[in-house]
C-alpha cells in the first residue's frame, strides 16, 4: 500500500494494524482494489498467495504496478504503451550508428542504445563516438553510472546479467528504459511544442511569400500598365500616311508580343490572390489585403483603362490614315488644277495690258472686241475651277494639313492673280468699247466660230480635266456610281462630236467665202486663239483618254471586289470564331455548377476542357491574318458581320481567363476539403444548396441568397455567434422559420458576411462559402495553442530567450521568430527576452504579417 501510494501520488485506505493473517490479507486486497480501480485487469493473483510468499505472484503483481503507473501512461502517435515506448527508442536513436533498436531484449545487449538515449538529450554527459561495439560491458556501465549519478535513474540492471544471457528479460529492460522516457518527457514535451511552432511559422513564412510575390507582380504589372497607357494615348499628328502605317504596325506588334504575356500575368495575379486567401483562411489567419493601390479591383481597373486606351488608339489610327490618304488626294488635286490654272493664265496680264487697239483699223478693233467678248467668257468658264482651287485649299487647311501654308501661298497668288485678270479684262473692255463707236465692220462668222468655239474649248478641257481625275472609294458601290457617270459622259460624246463638226463647219465656211470672192486672209481668226486644229488635237486626246479611264475603274472595280471577297472571308471566320467563344462561355457557366464525380474528376476534366480550348487558338490566329488582310487593305467597314477584331479579342481573354479562374476554384475546394476534413457528400450537399439559391447562375449570391441557402441549411445565427452542427431536423428547421421568419439576426448575419465577404462587394462566392461551412464546422490552430507551445520552450516562463529559441527550433525558424518579437517589458524581464505571447497573437489577429 505505501508503494501504490508512493508511486500513484493519491492516499489509499487506511491499513489494518493487526498482525494476524485475516489482517495482512485484508491490507493485500485493499492494495489490488486500488489497482482493479484504476482499469486493471487482475488475473490469477490473489492475496492469500501474496501473504504466504508466493515470489512468482508477488513478482507478477510488481510487473503489473509497473505497467499501470510506470509504462502504460506512455503514449506516442496513439499507440500502445509497448509500441509507443518502442517508437519513441527508434526515433531517438536512429541517427546513431551501430543503434538499431527492433525490441526490448537483445537490441540492448551492446550497451550502445542505451548510451544513445542519453547522449541524444544530453550529449554533455556521454562521449559517444569513443565507444566500442565489442566492448559491451564497458558500454553498459557507462550508461547506467552515467544514468544514476547524473539522471536519478536507478541502477537496475546487471551489465554481466545482460551480456552473458542470449535473450535478456524483456520486462526488466523495458522497465528501466520507460525511467530514461520520463526522465526526458520534458524535453519530449518541448519537442512536441518545438513542431507546433515550425509547423505555423513555415505557414506563415510560406503566406509571407506569397504576400510578396503578389505585391512584386502586382506592382510590376500596374508599372507596365502606367508606362502603356500614355503610349496610347498619344494623338501625336504624322505628316503622311507611311508614317502612321508605321505607328499601325507597331500597335500590332503590341497586341501580337507584348501584350498576351501580361494577360497570362493578370490571371495568375488573380489565382495566387484567391490560392493566398483559400490557405490564409485555412490556417485561421487573417485575410490578406494588398497594399494600397495594388487590390485585384485596382489592377482590374487599370485593366479597363488599358483596353480602353487600346480602343481609342486604335480607332484614331485608322481615323488619321483617313485623314491623311484624303488630304494627300485632296493635296494633289489642288497643285492639279493649281496648274492647269496658271498654264491657263501664263500671258494673260500681258495680253490685257497691250495697247494694240490704238493702231488698228475699224476691222481689227472690231475683232479685238470680239475677241476680248470671247476672252470674257473664257474668264468667266475658268470662274469654277478658281472657286474649285479655294474650296480644296480651305478644305485642307481644315484638315489640318501639314504643307498648308504653301498651299496658302499659292492659292493667295492665284486668287489676286484672278481679281486684277478681272480688273484689267474691264479696263480693256471699255478701251475697246470707246473705240468701237469708230469701226463699224465684223466678221460674223468668226465671231461665231470664236463664241461657240471657245464654250466648246473649255467644256473639252473640262472633260479632259474631268477623265484625269483622281479618286479614292472604298466599297463597290462607289466605284460604281463613278462608273455609272463615266458611262453617262460617254453618251453625251456624239452629241459633243456634232458640235465640233458643227464649229469646224463654220471655219470651212469662211474658207469657202474667202475663197469665193478672192479674199485673202492674213492670219488666223481675229476673234480667238482657238483654231480648228487645236481643237482637234483635245479632241483626240480626250478621245484617248477614255479607254484610259475605263481601264483605270474597272481596276479599281475588281479591287473593291476583292476587298469584298476579304469582307466575306473575315466575317465567315469572325461568325464562327464568335459563335465558339460564346458557347464556350456558357459551356464553362454550366460545368462550374454542375457536380460530376470527385472534384479530382472535376479539375481533370476542367483541365482536358482547357487543352481543349487551348487548341483553338489557330483559328484565333487566323482570324487576326485576316483581320491584318483587312487593315492593309484599308476596309474601314463590313457588312457580312457584327464582330469586330477587338471583341473577339476580349472575348478570347476572358474565356481564357475564366477556365483559369474556375480550375482554380476547384483547386481551392480540394485544398479546403483536406485541410478541413470535408467529405465529398458534405460538398454535394454545399453545392446543391448554393445551386438551388443561385437562380441565375452567376456563380455568387447576394445578400438575401445567402442568407436563404444558409437558413435552408439549419442556421439559426442570431446575435451571438453560435457554431452549428449544418443540420437539422424537419420539425426544429420548421420551427426555426416560424421562430425567425426566414431570417438571420441582422447583427450575426452582417458579422458573417464580413467573414465571406471582406470586401463588401454585394455577392458571395462558392469558395467563400464553403470556407465559412468548413469553419463552423470544424478545428484549426489557434493562437491559445501556439502561445502555449512557447511557454513549453521558454520552461513556463512568460518569455523566451533568442538562445532557447536557436536551441528548440531550426535555423531559418528561430532567427524567423527573433527578427519579429517585441522585448518583452514584464516585470520578471530579463536583458534579451523576447515577448512570443504578442508574436503568437499577431498571427491570428490584425498585424503587419
Known sequence: ????????????????????????????????????????????????EIVDGNAKMTLGMIWTIILRFAIQDISVEETSAKEGLLLWCQRKTAPYKNVNVQNFHIS???????????????????????????????????AFEVAEKHLDIPKMLDAEDIVNTARPDEKAIMTYVSSFYHAFSGAQKAETAANRICKVLAVNQENEQMMEDYEKLASDLLEWIRRTIPWLENRTQEKTVNDMQAKQEDFRDYRRVHKPPKV????????????????????????????????VSDINTAWHNLEGAEKGYEEWILSEIRRLERLEHLAEKFHQKAAIHESWTDGKEAMLTQKDYETSTLSEVKALLRKHEAFESDLAAHQDRVEQIAAIAQELNELDYYDAASVNARCSKICDQWDNLGALTHSRKDSLERTEK????????????????????????????????MFIVHNIDEIQGLITAHEQFKETLPEANKEREAIQSIQAEVQKIAQSNGIKLSGGNPYTSI????????????????????????????????????????????NAVGAYIQAKMEEIGRISIEMNGTLEDQLTHLREYQQNIMSYMPEINKLEADHQHIQEALIFDNKYTSYTMEHLRVGWEQL?????????????????????????????EYRASFNHFDKNHSGALNNEEFKAC?????????????????????????????????????????????????????????????????????????????????????????????????RELPPDQAEYCIARMAPYSGPDAVPGALDYMSFSTALYGESDL
Open 108 to 142: 540492448w545487449k551492446d550497451g550502445l542504445a542505451f548510451n544513445a538515449l542519453i547522449h541524444r538529450h544530453r550529449p554533455d554527459l556521454i562521449d559517444y563516438d569513443s565507444l566500442r561495439k565489442d566492448d559491451p560491458i564497458t558500454n553498459l556501465n557507462n
Open 656 to 684: 481564357l481567363t475564366t477556365i483559369a479562374r474556375t480550375i482554380n476554384e476547384v483547386e481551392n475546394q480540394i485544398l479546403t476539403r483536406d485541410a478541413k476534413g470535408i467529405s465529398q457528400e458534405q460538398l454535394y
Open 438 to 469: 469708230q469701226l463699224e465692220s465684223i466678221d460674223e462668222l468668226y465671231l461665231e466660230y470664236a463664241k461657240r468655239a471657245a464654250p466648246f474649248n473649255n467644256w473639252m478641257e473640262g472633260a479632259m480635266e474631268d477623265l484625269q481625275d
Open 1 to 48: 500500500m505505501l508503494l501504490l501510494e508512493v508511486i500513484s501520488g493519491e492516499r489509499l485506505p487506511k491499513p489494518e494494524r493487526g498482525k494476524m493473517r485475516v489482517h495482512k490479507i485484508n491490507n493485500v486486497n485493499k492494495a489490488l482494489d486500488f489497482i482493479a480501480s484504476k482499469g486493471v485487469k487482475l488475473v490469477s493473483i490473489g492475496a492469500e
Open 264 to 295: 497570362q500575368e493578370k490571371c495568375q495575379l488573380e489565382i495566387s490572390f484567391n490560392t493566398l486567401q483559400t490557405k490564409l483562411r485555412l490556417s485561421n489567419r487573417p485575410a490578406f489585403m494588398p497594399s494600397e493601390g495594388r487590390m
Open 531 to 574: 483654231t480648228p486644229q487645236s481643237i482637234d488635237n483635245k479632241w483626240e486626246k480626250a478621245m484617248a483618254m477614255v479607254p484610259q479611264r475605263d481601264k483605270a475603274l474597272q481596276e479599281e472595280l475588281n479591287k473593291q471586289n476583292s476587298n469584298d471577297t476579304l469582307r466575306a472571308t473575315f466575317a465567315t471566320q469572325a
Open 710 to 806: 444558409l437558413i435552408s441549411l439549419g442556421y439559426d445565427v442570431e446575435n451571438d455567434k453560435q457554431k452549428r452542427s449544418g443540420q437539422m431536423v424537419s420539425d426544429d428547421f420548421r420551427a426555426l422559420l416560424i421562430s425567425t421568419g426566414n431570417s438571420l439576426g441582422d447583427s450575426e448575419f452582417n458579422r458573417i458576411m464580413g467573414l465571406v465577404d471582406p470586401n463588401s462587394t454585394g455577392s458571395v462566392t462558392f469558395q467563400a462559402f464553403i470556407d465559412f461551412m468548413s469553419r463552423e464546422t470544424t478545428d484549426t490552430d489557434t493562437a491559445d495553442q501556439v502561445i502555449a507551445s512557447f511557454k513549453i520552450l521558454a520552461g513556463d516562463k512568460n518569455y523566451i530567450t533568442a538562445d532557447e529559441l536557436r
